[in-house]
């Protein structure tokens, strides 16, 4: 879709840079939104953006560099500060959204620029993001569903130079041309212009081989140099450990030397003796080491012994003196073991003397206890307690029957209550039977209804399977209607598109005759351009060509011609397709006219519709007689259940009616009997709780009784066991009992120190039996502080000895690894001096160094024939347009004190007609506003022209120019727009800003920005 939608005008190639879609809001003097469909207006190659001064048409451009490069594109007024519109809403949010096309794919950027919303102190930072389209999302303007590249502003701008080529002032100089900046190409000096042309023509792979060639050169130097340097400062650092005087002469020798030759022979040999004399006094210091080290092994064994000394005496003076102590405490030990004695032997009487102590508290109890019931404790006998247990018995004997009574009283109560409800249902009862016999009438009545509504019924479902055969035909018709219907809407499409394919085969074979005759006149043409110098001619067989023709008048060629004939043969087979669908469809629509009789589609309709409904109501009158069947038999069987649930009823009344009178007679003979027995109480219950209270009374009465014989005797009983026990001990009486008796903390207490003095006089007579201090006699002598004196002296030796080792050994060692180092360094300095070939000079030539002939650099000799190149393309559009008065030629531009040519890439004019005289020289400078316009032109199309004939180069196919119309006289304007529509022919687009009206006229695709009384402007397209 894309090759055929923007390779229309020039089969041959793809356009490499276009644009597409522009969509903005809030931007420049546009509030509102507005949208620019490129495809659209590209189609012919060129078209105008008009409009008055001021109103916006320069905005547009602006639009498209800062959607591209988030910069504008810096015309005459034009600023980064003014892409926010002032014509919109502060809530509002502006943005530009731009779709093109390149080589590598569609793309789309939208970005936002930076804005204050309302209630916010701080600006909204500015947003950008860049999709992926595919032509398929393009198409429907599903723009969202592209893949997304990038997200930040950042990092779209640098994807989008990628993309295109060209950074934004690159942009500006070559494709959109803004106000003021149209003839910046051609006032560019040399310098500058090299930077564009080197990014245009892709030529920075020759500036690398150079710089590359340069710098391998200027390595190789710092190679040599830095392995001499390397080399020196290993000398040096070897030479830091020799004697001074031949330090300072043998390093006067390395630093002198400028090749590598210059320090063989007698300096290396000298170099070597240094490492021999340090390897002599390793081995000096080792021996010494060794002897210090036997002396220092014989001191420390001497200071372990008699620190060892030392210990064993302070231990058994230590074990001495706790034995003394020991012994000290030992009268104070045996009180404690006393007391813990007489504490065993109270403890064996305490418990008699805590049970006499009980059964006298329980024995006051029982005395509290009688009291309370007002008996004399002393009056107390064996015969009072019996006469007591008498009275006990009858009581609990009358219990028993009072609690006979109590439950034929409940039992009283509970019939009453039945007695009183079932009254209630026989009442019930009597109401329900007479309720059903009245609804039994009803539903008899209600049967009779519905046996004539089911025969009515019936009668009218009987007709249901006429009414299904008439629908039936009825749709078939409706059926047969609609396809008709159908095929009348498909015949007027198959004609339409016979007579449009019909134009298309006309206009195809038309294109087909039309190159067949240019194909013919460009044989001359097409056959110069396979002749050769000294080959003969295939027509005229001349070896000699003096005036061939030009490559340019080829106007077709024999692929164009065949090409041009499989589309008209496709156009051809496409129309006959048509016509066999035509055909086809007539003749449907011939068979099915007759068998409609001449019915319309609504008579038809109609016919349908009342079919329905007569299959509809006989459907539901089938319904409705099923229906009817049911409810009838429903009916018949709940008047049957009706009859039985009356004779149930009645039934149940007779038997409640009888129960009723029997539990009435036995009711009152109860209510009599528990009358008699009630004794003054309301109620045999009442009487039972006053008789429970005085038989718990009396039981209590008993037991108290009981207990205070039992607790005398227990009480008398303990008194004489204790006086006893006390008698055979050595106790006065009970109280000194209890005083001899320990807490049972303070017990655990004494036998823990009685233990705690027991074993330590057991581990202190332990220790002093051990040999290593048994053996001592108390008066040796450990002086420990003269043998660590010995130890450190000697240790000190050692330690000397290890470092002078030591040093002696990491100087060998340093001095070894210096050597080695110096020798690796010289032959690195030997290689590398070697190494060093062709480099240099092939640098000089690339760089124009004193070597070169030319003094011209590689990369600015490539430019300048491309430069040539664009000159000679631009001096065939200068001609037509100036009318043969002005050539373009190039200059070489010397950099003042330097002997290169450094650019060579200058400009200047030859008037052919300015002076009477002959051709002069003038500076593009000195061109009018007119002359600047039109040879600016020329050469920024000469440049995109010679860029697409390069191969590598970057394809500029779109053009914007905003300047210069208005300057330009009728017949200037004219050959200008000769040149334009020429270019647009040939397959580029072209888009001219301006509101000359003349220009109108001329270009039919216009973009018309229209001011609005506010201010503000709005846009119409004209495609």
């Known amino acids: 879709m894309y090759g055929r939608k923007f390779c229309a005008r020039n089969p041959g190639r793809c356009l490499l840079m276009q644009l597409r879609r522009l969509s903005l809001r809030?931007?420049?003097?546009?509030?509102?939104?507005?949208?620019?469909?490129?495809?659209?207006l590209s189609v012919g190659g060129l078209y105008l953006l008009d409009g008055p001064t001021g109103s916006g048409k320069s905005t547009i451009i602006d639009a498209i560099t800062w959607a591209l490069y988030g910069g504008v594109a810096g015309g005459e007024d034009s600023t980064d500060e003014r892409v926010r519109s002032t014509h919109v809403s502060a809530e509002v949010e502006s943005f530009v959204d731009l779709v093109f096309s390149v080589e590598a794919g569609t793309f789309r950027i939208r970005r936002t620029p930076a804005w204050t919303k309302p209630g916010n102190k701080n600006p909204t930072a500015p947003t950008a993001t860049l999709w992926r389209l595919a032509e398929a999302s393009l198409e429907s303007g599903d723009l969202d569903a592209g893949e997304v590249l990038e997200t930040k502003p950042s990092g779209v701008t640098p994807a989008v130079t990628a993309l295109l080529g060209l950074n934004r002032q690159q942009f500006v100089q070559t494709i959109v041309l803004p106000q003021g900046k149209f003839a910046d190409f051609l006032r560019l000096n040399s310098k500058d212009r090299t930077r564009l042309l080197e990014q245009i023509f892709a030529t920075a792979t020759y500036r690398r081989v150079s710089d590359a060639l340069q710098e391998r050169a200027r390595a190789a130097e710092r190679t040599i140099a830095d392995t001499r340097e390397r080399f020196i400062s290993a000398s040096d650092d070897l030479l830091s450990t020799a004697a001074p005087e031949d330090a300072a002469t043998l390093g006067d020798t390395v630093r002198g030397a400028v090749l590598p030759r210059e320090v063989?022979?007698?300096?290396?040999?000298?170099?070597?003796?240094?490492?021999?004399?340090?390897?002599?006094?390793?081995?000096?210091?080792?021996?010494?080491?060794?002897?210090?080290?036997?002396?220092?092994?014989?001191?420390?064994?001497?200071?372990r012994e008699t620190e060892e000394l030392a210990k064993r005496l302070a231990r058994r003076s230590s074990a001495l003196e706790r034995r003394r102590i020991l012994l000290e405490r030992t009268p104070e030990i045996a009180t404690v073991r006393d007391a813990l004695d007489m504490d065993a032997k109270a403890g064996r009487l305490l418990p008699l003397v805590q049970a006499h102590a009980a059964a006298e508290t329980r024995l006051a109890d029982t005395h509290r206890r009688l009291n309370v019931l007002k008996i004399d404790p002393h009056s107390v006998s064996e015969g009072t307690l019996a006469d007591a247990r008498r009275e006990l018995v009858r009581l609990n004997e009358l219990s028993g029957m009072l609690a006979e009574l109590t439950q034929l009283e409940e039992q009283v109560a509970v019939t009453t209550t039945q007695q009183d409800a079932d009254r209630k249902a026989l009442r019930t009862l009597v109401q329900e039977h007479a309720q059903k016999e009245e609804e039994a009438a009803a539903a008899e009545r209600r049967r009779q209804v519905l046996l004539q509504e089911q025969e009515a019924a019936t009668s009218r479902a009987a007709h249901l399977a006429g009414a299904q055969r008439d629908l039936e035909a009825a749709q078939q018709l409706g059926e047969q209607a609609r396809k008709l219907r159908g095929l009348h809407s498909e015949l007027e499409e198959c004609e339409a598109h016979v007579v449009q394919l019909t134009q298309a085969f006309q206009d195809a074979r038309s294109h087909e005759e039309t190159l067949t005759d240019a194909w013919i006149a460009s044989t001359a043409p097409q056959l110069a351009v396979t002749l050769k110098d000294g080959v003969p001619c295939p027509v005229c067989g001349s070896c000699e060509h003096p005036a061939p023709a030009p490559a340019s008048a080829v106007l077709a060629s024999r692929e164009d011609v065949d090409r041009a004939a499989r589309l008209r043969e496709a156009a051809r087979h496409d129309l006959s397709d048509a016509r066999e669908r035509l055909a086809g469809v007539r003749t449907q629509v011939d068979e099915l006219t007759p068998v409609l009789s001449g019915l319309s589609t609504d008579q038809v309709e109609e016919g349908i519709a009342r079919a329905e409904a007569e299959v509809a109501a006989a459907t539901r009158a089938v319904s409705k007689a099923q229906a009817l069947r049911i409810?009838?038999?429903?009916?018949?069987?709940?008047?049957?259940?009706?009859?039985?649930e009356l004779q149930a009823l009645a039934s149940q009344t007779a038997a409640l009616d009888s129960a009723i009178r029997e539990r009435g007679e036995r009711l009152a003979a109860d209510q009599e009997r528990l009358s008699a027995q009630r004794e003054g109480y309301s109620s045999i219950t009442e009487r039972r709780a006053a008789h429970a209270e005085q038989l718990c009374r009396q039981q209590e009465t008993v037991e108290a009784l009981a207990d205070l014989l039992h607790q005398g005797a227990q009480a008398a009983e303990s008194k004489q066991e204790l006086a006893a026990a006390i008698d055979e001990s050595e106790f006065a009486d009970a109280s000194a009992v209890r005083a001899a008796v320990l807490p049972a903390q303070d017990a655990e207490a004494a036998r823990v120190q009685v233990q705690e003095h027991r074993d330590a006089l057991r581990d202190v007579e332990r220790d002093l039996a051990q040999p290593e201090l048994a053996t001592l006699r108390g008066d040796e002598q450990a002086n420990v502080s003269e043998a660590q004196a010995a130890y450190e002296a000697a240790h000190a030796d050692a330690n000397e000895a290890r470092d002078r080792a030591a040093e002696a050994t990491s100087h060998h060692k340093q001095i070894a690894a210096q050597f080695s180092r110096v020798e690796t360094r010289y032959r690195a300095w030997q290689e590398a001096y070697h190494a060093a070939g062709a480099s240099v000079r092939l640098a000089e030539l690339a760089k124009a160094g004193p070597a070169s002939v030319t003094h011209v650099p590689l990369p600015t000799y490539v430019l300048q024939r491309r430069f040539e190149h664009v000159v000679e393309r631009a001096n065939e559009h200068l001609t037509g347009i100036s009318q043969g008065r002005y050539e373009l030629v190039r200059t070489d531009e010397k950099e003042k004190g330097s002997r290169q040519i450094q650019m060579g890439l200058g400009?200047?004019?030859?008037?052919?007609l300015g002076d009477p005289a002959g051709d002069t020289?003038?500076?593009?400078?000195?061109?009018?506003?007119?002359?600047?316009?039109?040879?600016?032109?020329?050469?920024?199309?000469?440049?995109?022209?010679?860029?697409?004939?390069?191969?590598?180069?970057?394809?500029?196919?779109t053009l914007m120019i905003d300047e210069?119309?208005?300057?330009?006289?009728?017949?200037?304007?004219?050959?200008?727009?000769?040149?334009?529509?020429?270019?647009?022919?040939?397959?580029?687009?072209?888009?001219?800003?301006?509101?000359?009206?003349?220009?109108?006229?001329?270009?039919?695709?216009?973009?018309?920005?229209?001011?609005?009384?506010?201010?503000?402007?709005?846009?119409?397209?004209q495609a």
């Open 264 to 303: 063989e022979g007698q300096l290396r040999a000298r170099f070597s003796e240094l490492v021999t004399n340090a390897e002599h006094d390793v081995s000096t210091a080792l021996r010494h080491k060794e002897a210090s080290d036997r002396a220092e092994q014989l001191a420390a064994d001497s200071l």
């Open 921 to 957: 020289l003038r500076s593009t400078r000195s061109l009018s506003g007119g002359e600047t316009f039109y040879v600016s032109l020329a050469l920024a199309l000469a440049l995109a022209g010679v860029v697409q004939e390069e191969n590598g180069g970057i394809q500029l196919d």
């Open 907 to 912: 400009l200047l004019v030859i008037d052919h």
């Open 631 to 644: 409810e009838i038999a429903e009916l018949s069987t709940t008047a049957q259940r009706r009859t039985e």
């Open 964 to 1021: 210069g119309f208005g300057s330009l006289d009728a017949d200037v304007l004219d050959q200008v727009m000769q040149c334009l529509t020429s270019l647009a022919n040939g397959g580029r687009t072209v888009a001219v800003v301006s509101h000359v009206e003349e220009l109108r006229k001329i270009i039919a695709e216009q973009i018309i920005v229209i001011p609005q009384p506010d201010g503000s402007s709005t846009l119409e397209v």
């Open 26 to 40: 809030g931007i420049g003097p546009f509030g509102g939104s507005v949208s620019i469909d490129f495809d659209r």
